[in-house]
């Protein structure tokens, strides 16, 4: 088991959003301009048709919550694995709650929408968190994953004092992963946020 996907270890690193806000400042928009959290923003509302329940897995302090929250026809359940980050999203005005993406507290086919945004390399076993979405999302219903390439989160790591780890859902691994519990994925990756690359 990788460090970055150890339980204990996201537990500590999520326990307040200090470490969550350092990762945070690092990202900027690609060297064309492409801002990775609009583009995600961009795909949840693509997926949008009328109403629709949305479920946000791994909300953070909840910055992208309040965004999908904002959007029109939109009933969003935001949750985190964190407590403090829990309440920090609850604060913004949305319903935040504690839970597990490997033990989902929901009804099945319950969301039309599932979003995990810079979160499934954290997660300790993704066949299960990829089944546990596979069942709360609604037939023909849209998951929206995001990620980081295995080279910019060495960059992070690095950085931090930490040395490299190549994650088990990154860029390069993701679409992959996802294959196994989707039959129609769609890639959109963006260029370097420094135009490294």
Not at 156 to 173: H, M, N, P, V, Y
Request: with cysteine.
């Amino acid at each position: 088991m990788s460090q970055l996907n150890d339980p204990d270890y996201v537990r500590e690193q999520y326990a307040t959003e200090g470490n969550l806000e350092t990762r945070r400042s690092v990202w900027h928009p690609t060297a064309d301009g492409l801002d990775p959290v609009n583009e995600a923003l961009n795909a949840i509302d693509r997926a949008l048709v009328g109403d629709a329940h949305i479920l946000e897995v791994g909300c953070g302090t909840g910055v992208m919550a309040e965004r999908i929250n904002a959007l029109p026809g939109v009933t969003l359940v935001a949750t985190d694995f964190s407590e403090r980050f829990v309440e920090l999203t609850a604060v913004r005005g949305v319903d935040a709650r504690p839970a597990d993406i490997c033990y989902l507290p929901f009804e099945d086919a319950a969301f039309d929408v599932v979003y995990a945004g810079w979160m499934l390399y954290h997660v300790r076993d993704p066949e299960r968190a990829l089944n546990e979405v596979r069942r709360v999302l609604k037939p023909g219903g849209t998951f929206v994953a995001v990620t980081n390439g295995n080279d910019h989160l060495a960059e992070l790591r690095i950085a931090a004092g930490g040395k490299r780890d190549i994650t088990q859902f990154s860029s390069e691994t993701g679409e992959s992963v996802l294959r196994r519990r989707f039959a129609d994925v769609r890639r959109h990756d963006l260029g370097d946020p420094r135009g490294l690359r």
